[in-house]
Protein backbone atom coordinates (compact mmCIF):
# COMPACT_ATOMS: atom_id res chain seq x y z
CA UNK A 1 0.00 0.00 0.00
CA UNK A 2 1.30 3.29 -0.84
CA UNK A 3 2.14 6.18 1.29
CA UNK A 4 -0.07 9.04 1.16
CA UNK A 5 2.26 12.15 0.97
CA UNK A 6 1.06 15.70 0.83
CA UNK A 7 1.80 17.86 -2.41
CA UNK A 8 4.37 21.16 -1.36
CA UNK A 9 3.27 24.54 -1.02
CA UNK A 10 5.92 25.51 -3.48
CA UNK A 11 8.34 24.09 -6.45
CA UNK A 12 11.36 22.68 -5.61
CA UNK A 13 13.87 23.25 -8.14
CA UNK A 14 15.86 20.57 -8.97
CA UNK A 15 19.87 21.36 -7.81
CA UNK A 16 22.35 19.00 -6.51
CA UNK A 17 22.29 17.48 -3.31
CA UNK A 18 24.69 18.00 -0.84
CA UNK A 19 24.62 15.78 2.70
CA UNK A 20 26.39 17.64 5.63
CA UNK A 21 27.60 14.96 8.17
CA UNK A 22 28.38 16.71 11.26
CA UNK A 23 27.52 16.12 14.93
CA UNK A 24 28.41 20.34 15.82
CA UNK A 25 24.53 21.23 15.74
CA UNK A 26 25.64 24.91 15.22
CA UNK A 27 27.83 24.24 12.93
CA UNK A 28 25.63 21.80 10.16
CA UNK A 29 22.65 24.36 10.61
CA UNK A 30 25.34 27.40 9.51
CA UNK A 31 26.91 25.11 6.63
CA UNK A 32 22.89 23.77 5.35
CA UNK A 33 21.72 27.26 5.56
CA UNK A 34 24.28 28.65 3.61
CA UNK A 35 24.16 25.83 0.99
CA UNK A 36 20.97 26.12 0.65
CA UNK A 37 21.27 30.21 -0.29
CA UNK A 38 23.78 29.00 -2.69
CA UNK A 39 20.80 27.29 -4.22
CA UNK A 40 21.94 23.64 -3.20
CA UNK A 41 19.34 21.26 -1.96
CA UNK A 42 20.85 20.57 1.41
CA UNK A 43 20.57 18.05 4.03
CA UNK A 44 22.25 17.05 7.37
CA UNK A 45 22.82 14.25 9.50
CA UNK A 46 24.98 14.15 12.68
CA UNK A 47 26.32 10.09 13.37
CA UNK A 48 28.40 8.31 11.13
CA UNK A 49 26.06 5.50 10.77
CA UNK A 50 22.99 7.64 10.23
CA UNK A 51 25.05 8.77 7.08
CA UNK A 52 25.58 5.09 6.72
CA UNK A 53 22.10 4.59 5.73
CA UNK A 54 21.65 7.85 4.16
CA UNK A 55 24.56 7.32 1.80
CA UNK A 56 23.72 3.48 0.90
CA UNK A 57 20.16 4.67 0.17
CA UNK A 58 20.13 7.66 -1.81
CA UNK A 59 23.43 8.45 -2.41
CA UNK A 60 24.11 12.41 -2.81
CA UNK A 61 25.95 14.90 -5.23
CA UNK A 62 28.46 15.89 -2.85
CA UNK A 63 29.41 15.22 1.05
CA UNK A 64 30.79 17.69 3.74
CA UNK A 65 31.93 15.03 6.06
CA UNK A 66 33.91 15.74 9.98
CA UNK A 67 36.40 13.89 10.68
CA UNK A 68 35.19 12.99 14.02
CA UNK A 69 31.72 11.57 14.46
CA UNK A 70 29.49 9.42 16.93
CA UNK A 71 29.11 6.04 15.77
CA UNK A 72 31.07 5.73 12.74
CA UNK A 73 34.11 7.93 12.20
CA UNK A 74 34.76 10.42 8.97
CA UNK A 75 37.47 8.40 8.43
CA UNK A 76 35.63 5.23 8.06
CA UNK A 77 33.29 6.15 6.33
CA UNK A 78 35.57 8.00 3.30
CA UNK A 79 36.91 4.86 3.61
CA UNK A 80 33.59 3.04 2.76
CA UNK A 81 32.36 5.03 0.08
CA UNK A 82 35.69 4.69 -2.04
CA UNK A 83 35.32 0.84 -1.78
CA UNK A 84 31.61 0.58 -3.31
CA UNK A 85 31.01 0.88 -7.18
CA UNK A 86 28.38 3.53 -6.58
CA UNK A 87 29.81 5.62 -4.44
CA UNK A 88 33.39 5.24 -5.61
CA UNK A 89 33.44 9.04 -7.66
CA UNK A 90 30.99 10.66 -5.41
CA UNK A 91 32.65 14.07 -3.93
CA UNK A 92 33.73 14.39 -0.47
CA UNK A 93 34.90 17.11 1.51
CA UNK A 94 36.27 16.52 5.32
CA UNK A 95 36.27 18.88 7.94
CA UNK A 96 38.09 18.94 10.66
CA UNK A 97 40.13 20.46 14.22
CA UNK A 98 43.12 18.74 12.81
CA UNK A 99 45.80 20.78 11.08
CA UNK A 100 48.72 19.04 11.33
CA UNK A 101 50.06 17.41 7.80
CA UNK A 102 49.84 14.04 8.34
CA UNK A 103 46.79 13.85 9.19
CA UNK A 104 45.93 15.64 6.02
CA UNK A 105 47.61 13.21 4.26
CA UNK A 106 45.94 10.21 5.75
CA UNK A 107 42.37 11.87 5.00
CA UNK A 108 43.09 12.17 0.95
CA UNK A 109 44.90 9.51 1.19
CA UNK A 110 41.60 7.81 1.98
CA UNK A 111 39.59 9.39 -1.20
CA UNK A 112 38.82 12.46 0.53
CA UNK A 113 38.95 14.80 -2.56
CA UNK A 114 39.37 17.88 -0.48
CA UNK A 115 40.69 19.20 3.07
CA UNK A 116 39.25 22.02 5.51
CA UNK A 117 40.26 22.64 8.45
CA UNK A 118 38.61 24.49 11.34
CA UNK A 119 37.62 27.13 11.76
CA UNK A 120 37.05 27.92 7.96
CA UNK A 121 35.80 30.42 5.65
CA UNK A 122 32.53 29.73 4.61
CA UNK A 123 33.01 31.83 1.10
CA UNK A 124 36.17 29.62 0.67
CA UNK A 125 33.85 26.37 1.54
CA UNK A 126 31.44 27.44 -1.45
CA UNK A 127 34.39 27.88 -3.33
CA UNK A 128 35.61 24.47 -2.96
CA UNK A 129 32.08 23.38 -3.14
CA UNK A 130 31.63 24.52 -6.13
CA UNK A 131 34.79 23.54 -8.27
CA UNK A 132 33.95 19.69 -7.16
CA UNK A 133 30.56 19.85 -8.34
CA UNK A 134 32.21 21.18 -11.37
CA UNK A 135 34.56 18.71 -12.03
CA UNK A 136 32.59 15.83 -11.17
CA UNK A 137 29.01 16.46 -12.15
CA UNK A 138 29.28 18.87 -14.82
CA UNK A 139 25.54 18.31 -15.72
CA UNK A 140 24.33 19.36 -12.36
CA UNK A 141 25.23 22.84 -13.06
CA UNK A 142 25.63 23.37 -16.77
CA UNK A 143 23.23 25.67 -18.32
CA UNK A 144 21.46 23.71 -20.95
CA UNK A 145 21.00 20.12 -21.32
CA UNK A 146 20.13 18.40 -24.68
CA UNK A 147 19.82 15.24 -26.50
CA UNK A 148 18.47 14.77 -30.20
CA UNK A 149 15.86 17.49 -31.17
CA UNK A 150 15.70 18.32 -27.45
CA UNK A 151 16.63 21.49 -25.61
CA UNK A 152 16.49 22.50 -21.99
CA UNK A 153 17.69 25.82 -20.70
CA UNK A 154 17.74 25.70 -16.95
CA UNK A 155 18.00 29.73 -17.26
CA UNK A 156 15.11 30.84 -19.15
CA UNK A 157 13.30 28.21 -17.92
CA UNK A 158 12.12 26.96 -21.47
CA UNK A 159 12.25 23.51 -23.50
CA UNK A 160 12.30 23.31 -27.36
CA UNK A 161 11.95 19.79 -29.32
CA UNK A 162 13.55 21.11 -32.93
CA UNK A 163 11.62 24.26 -33.97
CA UNK A 164 8.98 23.80 -31.54
CA UNK A 165 8.63 25.59 -28.19
CA UNK A 166 6.88 23.33 -25.12
CA UNK A 167 5.20 24.05 -22.60
CA UNK A 168 6.16 22.64 -19.24
CA UNK A 169 4.18 23.12 -15.40
CA UNK A 170 7.26 23.40 -13.37
CA UNK A 171 6.96 20.09 -11.91
CA UNK A 172 7.44 18.17 -14.97
CA UNK A 173 10.56 20.67 -15.88
CA UNK A 174 12.34 19.76 -12.92
CA UNK A 175 11.11 15.93 -13.32
CA UNK A 176 12.29 16.25 -17.29
CA UNK A 177 15.79 18.13 -16.15
CA UNK A 178 16.35 15.07 -13.37
CA UNK A 179 16.19 12.49 -16.12
CA UNK A 180 18.13 14.70 -18.42
CA UNK A 181 20.89 14.27 -16.31
CA UNK A 182 21.27 11.24 -16.32
CA UNK A 183 20.51 9.42 -19.58
CA UNK A 184 19.95 5.99 -19.40
CA UNK A 185 19.69 5.64 -15.71
CA UNK A 186 16.33 3.92 -14.49
CA UNK A 187 14.72 5.33 -11.21
CA UNK A 188 12.39 4.32 -9.19
CA UNK A 189 9.34 5.84 -8.21
CA UNK A 190 10.11 6.73 -4.75
CA UNK A 191 13.77 8.17 -6.39
CA UNK A 192 11.96 10.38 -8.67
CA UNK A 193 10.03 11.92 -5.43
CA UNK A 194 12.97 12.27 -3.68
CA UNK A 195 15.03 13.56 -6.27
CA UNK A 196 11.98 15.58 -7.68
CA UNK A 197 9.90 16.91 -5.08
CA UNK A 198 12.28 16.25 -2.12
CA UNK A 199 12.55 13.83 1.01
CA UNK A 200 10.71 15.87 3.17
CA UNK A 201 7.30 15.91 0.46
CA UNK A 202 4.44 13.82 1.19
CA UNK A 203 2.69 12.71 -1.94
CA UNK A 204 1.49 9.35 -3.03
CA UNK A 205 3.99 7.43 -5.26
CA UNK A 206 1.36 7.08 -7.97
CA UNK A 207 1.82 11.05 -8.80
CA UNK A 208 4.50 10.14 -10.51
CA UNK A 209 2.74 8.20 -12.89
CA UNK A 210 0.62 11.44 -13.26
CA UNK A 211 3.39 13.85 -14.31
CA UNK A 212 5.21 11.48 -16.49
CA UNK A 213 2.38 10.87 -18.36
CA UNK A 214 1.44 14.57 -18.97
CA UNK A 215 5.39 14.90 -19.32
CA UNK A 216 4.97 12.74 -22.52
CA UNK A 217 2.00 14.36 -24.01
CA UNK A 218 4.25 17.84 -24.34
CA UNK A 219 7.24 16.20 -25.55
CA UNK A 220 5.61 13.98 -28.38
CA UNK A 221 3.20 14.54 -30.83
CA UNK A 222 2.10 12.16 -33.71
CA UNK A 223 4.30 9.78 -34.92
CA UNK A 224 7.37 11.85 -32.47
CA UNK A 225 9.20 9.24 -30.73
CA UNK A 226 9.20 9.40 -27.06
CA UNK A 227 12.35 10.01 -25.24
CA UNK A 228 10.99 8.37 -21.72
CA UNK A 229 11.74 4.82 -20.82
CA UNK A 230 8.88 2.64 -18.96
CA UNK A 231 10.74 -0.13 -16.89
CA UNK A 232 8.32 -2.59 -16.11
CA UNK A 233 8.37 -3.25 -12.26
CA UNK A 234 11.22 -0.36 -11.67
CA UNK A 235 10.11 3.03 -12.48
CA UNK A 236 11.64 5.19 -15.57
CA UNK A 237 14.33 6.72 -17.31
CA UNK A 238 15.58 9.26 -19.79
CA UNK A 239 16.12 6.84 -23.20
CA UNK A 240 19.77 6.75 -23.71
CA UNK A 241 19.70 6.40 -27.25
CA UNK A 242 17.36 8.73 -27.81
CA UNK A 243 18.54 11.22 -30.82
CA UNK A 244 21.75 8.72 -32.08
CA UNK A 245 21.70 6.75 -35.34
Not at 62 to 84: Q, T
Request: charged share 35%; net charge neutral; with cysteine.
Amino acid sequence: MNETRREPSRAVAAAPRILVVEDESDLALLLTYNLEAEGYVAESVERGDEAELRLVESPPDLVILDWMLPGVSGLEICRRLRARETTKTLPVIMLTARGEEVERVRGLSVGADDYVVKPFSLPELMARVRALLRRSRPERIAEKLSAGDLDLDRETRRVRRGLRDIHLGPTEFRLLEYLLERPGRVFSRAQLLDGVWGQSVEIDERTVDVHVGRLRKALSRGRERDPIRTVRGTGYSFDETYGKS
